[in-house]
């Protein structure tokens, strides 16, 4: 499968706890993209990597947010001490250029 | 303002109906402009650009008017695997895309 995988699917966890998603892009696509998408809301742009750079992160993304691309490949997006209101679907993207993304299936936090 | 802004519906169609809907932009700069479906609990996938000139693939008709900074998709002869939830999305800026909060469109029997 060469598309854009994300995991886990689905995590439900307690306030206060720390989650930690991971996203795997197509391979030759240098740019990444973290969107947070809730119930009747188009995505939201959280943040953006060309390669391992982070270029831009959204006033959306607080100080308990941290994202990372490590080696220009995957991503992890980590969420400390999440909160109620942290409950979305997290969707990963990858592109080679301005020409549409390709998503993930996304990650569905539930935070009770 | 949102960046973009949509009818967020429902249209309920009929099987066989044509339907159109559009969005609004308020970034005068985008540059690029594309349709993505939505189903129930999945991601987004790119429906199709949408081009100056406006362009067509297959049932689904896309224009732009960048003078009022809207753009339209009409989808003829509806069929009930249309049913999902259109999100129409400006590139602002060369990376980021920005998406409206999408059409929900519901085709009946």
């Known amino acids: 499968d060469t598309g854009v995988s994300q995991d886990p699917r689905h995590k439900i966890t307690k306030r206060g706890q720390n989650v930690t998603f991971r996203c795997d892009p197509i391979s030759e696509h240098n740019r990444l993209y973290w969107y947070r998408q809730t119930l009747g809301q188009g995505p939201e742009f959280l943040t953006y990597f060309q390669n391992e750079a982070q270029l831009e992160k959204s006033r959306l993304l607080s100080d308990r947010f941290s994202a990372e691309r490590p080696k220009g490949s995957f991503s992890t997006l980590e969420i400390q001490r999440t909160e109620q209101g942290d409950s979305a679907m997290y969707l990963c993207?990858?592109?080679?250029?301005?020409?549409?993304?390709?998503f993930g299936s996304g990650t569905r936090l539930t935070v009770v | 303002r949102k960046e973009v802004e949509q009818d967020p519906g429902p249209f309920n169609v009929p099987e066989g109906a044509t339907v159109a809907f559009n969005c609004t932009y308020s970034?005068?700069?985008?540059?690029?402009f594309f349709w993505y479906r939505q189903d129930c609990r999945k991601e987004p996938k790119l429906l199709m650009s949408v081009y100056s000139s406006g362009n067509e693939d297959g049932r689904f008709t896309a224009q732009l008017n960048r003078a009022s900074q809207y753009i339209s998709l009409l989808i003829r002869d509806s069929k009930l695997s249309d049913s999902a939830t259109y999100l129409c999305?400006?590139?602002?800026?060369?990376?980021?895309?920005?998406f409206g909060a999408g059409t929900t469109v519901t085709v009946r029997a």
């Open positions: 970034n005068s700069a985008s540059q690029s």
């Open positions: 999305v400006v590139n602002s800026r060369d990376y980021k895309l920005s």
């Open positions: 993207a990858s592109s080679s250029g301005t020409i549409g993304y390709t």
